[in-house]
């Protein structure tokens, strides 16, 4: 079983997850496509939305590129990190966005481990 695709697939689905979350914001709160802004709870949703987005990219790749190099195990269990963070995250922002910082450190810690992690690999394999 390959645990860093179920990493990536569950990554996916969070944020897909979390667009849907924006989608209901958007009806509860009466803010209508193709407005971005509105309410203030719309806006704390859209934006985890988006914020989910550009974590994505950095780390969707970091993960799949250091699972060539290290064990699928560490990898998966470090992405499992960034999605618990994500998590955390949501429920922060949504709450009070000025203490969203656990969760953003529990994204982006990761994210930096694993980009670390593929370019000692990348290094590493190219040496030998």
């Known amino acids: 079983m390959n645990y860093v695709h179920i ?11 979390f667009g849907i979350l924006v989608g209901f914001a958007r009806e509860k709160h ?12 719309f806006n704390r949703a859209f934006r985890v939305h988006q ?12 993960l ?13 269990g470090i992405g499992v ?21 656990p969760g953003f450190l529990l994204t982006v810690i990761p994210t930096f481990t694993l980009l670390a992690a593929a370019a000692v690999g990348a290094i590493v394999r190219h040496a030998a």
Not at 9 to 17: D, E, K, S, T
Not at 30 to 41: D, Q, Y
Request: zero cysteines; charged letters at 10%.
């Open 7 to 17: 990493v990536a697939v569950l990554a996916v689905l969070q944020f897909f997850l």
């Open 81 to 101: 990190i960034y999605l618990i963070g994500r998590f955390i995250y949501w429920r922060l922002y949504l709450a009070n966005p000025a203490k969203r910082s």
């Open 30 to 41: 009466g803010v209508m496509a193709p407005a971005t802004s509105g309410h203030e709870l």
């Open 64 to 76: 799949l590129i250091a699972s060539l190099y290290w064990p699928n195990a560490v990898i998966a």
């Open 51 to 62: 914020n989910t987005l550009e974590q994505l990219v950095g780390f969707l790749p970091a």
